[in-house]
């Protein structure tokens, strides 16, 4: 029997840090004054209950791939890295219309990403933490030199506009990092996972299949129902107080990180009272900057911590440099946490 010839890998791990940011709001601004009407609520009660004041919402011909382009095209500015130098694109989102073909890969032709690498995530509002944590592992392993990563959501298309519980979250953006290798650590570890049996907290309403019968069968008179994305709102806001905010405790543990030391604290940005919570339980000192993103732009999911992290910055309220905690959290149930060197 000839020998089994030993395989050629990287024999050590490399740095990865996260070279520059960007983000992407839509231009039309949505007030909670146009929401209401339709769920029987008010202005104040959002405001009070959420921390919301207006979102931002695409228009009908605008894609998640128009918007996953335009924060790209600032991320990679701002790392001053060329297309050619990304060797694989990640897409995190739930509302990419299409079962098949990946955001990605359009996404990396657009910008004239030689080649790449390029598959979508789903894990909801950690799609991008999740993301972040893949990207590092592909660099530190020497697999690229350099990834491409976007949070991106179109979630007017998959909101219930009657739905009282969801109608008023939901947001749409794109937040984009450009991940590749470094002479320091920058980007912390992981601690993520989910719970499975958690997975009607927050849902698609129906399976695309379940559409099928009734589009195809002449005779049936039910009402197609969208398969728009609701939640549990009780149930996860419990969630994310008590075991996100301990998640958020370990990974600083995990970094070697103290809450004293940080430069920004970056959560999903869900709800600003479980933010506030999280900040409770961290026992933040008042001089670290807190993500308060949500007032402007909703929950925008997997774009959430990305397009915060990036106005922090844009706005000289984070340094550059600095250290930032970010988690992620929602659908699934999933969450991701890490702490990163803000480009
Ligand atoms: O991104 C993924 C992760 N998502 C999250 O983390 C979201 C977590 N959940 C939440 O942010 C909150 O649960 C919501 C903001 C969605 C809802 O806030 P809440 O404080 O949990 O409201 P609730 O469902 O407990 O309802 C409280 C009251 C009820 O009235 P009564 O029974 O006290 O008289 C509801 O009927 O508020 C009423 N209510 C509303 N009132 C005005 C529920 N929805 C509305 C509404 N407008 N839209």
Known sequence: ???????TVPASLRHARIHGLGGY????????????????????????????????????????????????????QAAG???????????????HPYQTPAAAPILGHRLGIPNPAAFDISAACAGYCYAISLANDMVRAGTTDYVLVVGV???????????????????DGAGAAVVGVSDFPGIGPTLWGSLGDQADAITQREAWTDLRPV????????????????????????????????????TLEAAGVTAEQLDAFVPH?????????????????????????IAETGNTSAASVPLAMSRMLAEGEAKHGGL???????AGLVYAAQVVVMP
Not at 270 to 289: G, Q, S, Y
């Open 153 to 171: 959501e179109k979630l007017s298309d998959f909101t219930d506009k009657h739905d009282r519980g969801s109608a008023f979250i939901f947001g």
């Open 1 to 7: 029997m000839t020998e089994r010839p030993t395989l």
């Open 269 to 293: 940005q869900a709800n600003m009272r479980i933010t506030d919570a999280m900040i409770k339980t961290l026992k933040l000192p008042p001089h670290v900057p807190v993500a308060r993103d």
């Open 324 to 330: 930032a905690l970010q988690i992620g959290f929602g």
């Open 215 to 250: 589009m195809e069968d002449p005779e049936r008179t039910d009402p197609v129902r969208w398969p728009s994305i609701v939640m549990q709102g009780q149930t996860v806001f419990r969630w994310a107080v008590f075991s996100m905010a301990q998640v958020a405790v370990e």
């Open 25 to 76: 709001r839509p231009e039309r601004v949505v007030p909670n004054s146009e929401i209401v009407d339709l769920i029987d609520s008010s202005d104040e009660w959002i405001q009070q209950r959420s921390g919301i004041v207006t979102r931002h919402r695409a228009r009908a011909d605008e894609t998640v791939v128009d918007m996953a382009e335009a924060a790209s095209r600032e991320a990679l």
């Open 81 to 95: 890295v060329e297309p050619g130098q990304i060797g694989a694109v990640i897409v995190a989102t739930v509302s």
